[in-house]
T-cell receptor, first 114, second 111 residues
Framework: EAQVTQNPRYLITVTGKKLTVTCSQN?????MSWYRQDPGLGLRQIYY???????DKGDVPEGYKVSRKEKRNFPLILESPSPNQTSLYFC?????????????FGNGTRLTVT | QQPVQSPQAVILREGEDAVINCSSS?????VHWYRQKHGEAPVFLMI?????EQKGHDKISASFNEKKQQSSLYLTASQLSYSGTYFC????????????FGKGTKLSVKP
């Protein structure tokens, strides 16, 4: 089944403890992206990647890192999480950089930083 | 740069129509529409690429007015299944790949 898989679905951690949220897609998509969703703010883009080894900052990249060493994987790294990074995170992928190509979203990761 | 959606929320009875608007302050390359049900991931509805383009499936359609830098989503004869939060996403010329979503419009359809 074609899908975007995020892990874990839920994560509770403490301030400063490094964590990684994994994202994998099995559709051979070129484009991948991370969003965070907070009440009243909509979906805000953190980072995106147009292809392997190519990543760009979105609108809210501070405090996050990403890497794209393989086409299928796009992990999100929080080196030193803080409470203001408590949020619902979505990974998404697209066949190519838009141009009539929809985003496929993962099921989300709910992160709580205490 | 975040597109502005209006209204923020709307309540309908089954069978009524609704329009959701998405406006940008910058020239648009494309407009995407997604629907998100509570507790779920956003789901793709449609993409509009050209000014004046209109698309639709079932009773949901959209238009893209490039000159006015805005798009509208039309829901006709609404069904209970249309309930959810609708997001427009905009891609600007020169920043393809940086898809910026609006804050969303919450649509509730009552029996």
């Amino acid at each position: 089944e074609a899908q975007v898989t995020q892990n874990p679905r839920y994560l509770i951690t403490v301030t400063g403890k490094k964590l990684t949220v994994t994202c994998s897609q099995n559709m051979n998509h070129e484009y991948m992206s991370w969003y965070r969703q907070d009440p009243g703010l909509g979906l805000r883009q953190i980072y995106y990647s147009m292809n392997v080894e190519v990543t760009d900052k979105g609108d809210v990249p501070e405090g996050y890192k990403v890497s794209r060493k393989e086409k299928r994987n796009f992990p999100l790294i929080l080196e030193s999480p803080s409470p203001n990074q408590t949020s619902l995170y979505f990974c998404a992928s697209s066949l190519r950089t838009f141009l009539n190509s929809p985003l496929h979203f993962g099921n989300g990761t709910r992160l709580t930083v205490t | 740069q975040q597109p502005v959606q209006s209204p923020q929320a709307v309540i309908l009875r089954e069978g009524e129509d609704a329009v959701i608007n998405c406006s940008s302050s910058k020239a648009l390359y494309s407009v995407h529409w997604y629907r998100q049900k509570h507790g779920e991931a956003p789901v793709f509805l449609m993409i509009l690429l050209k000014g004046g383009e209109q698309k639709g499936h079932d009773k949901i359609s959209a238009s893209f007015n490039e000159k006015k830098q805005q798009s509208s989503l039309y829901l006709t004869a609404s069904q209970l299944s249309y309930s959810g939060t609708y997001f427009c996403g905009t891609e600007f010329r020169g920043s393809q790949g940086n898809l910026i979503f609006g804050k969303g419009t919450k649509l509730s359809v009552k029996p």
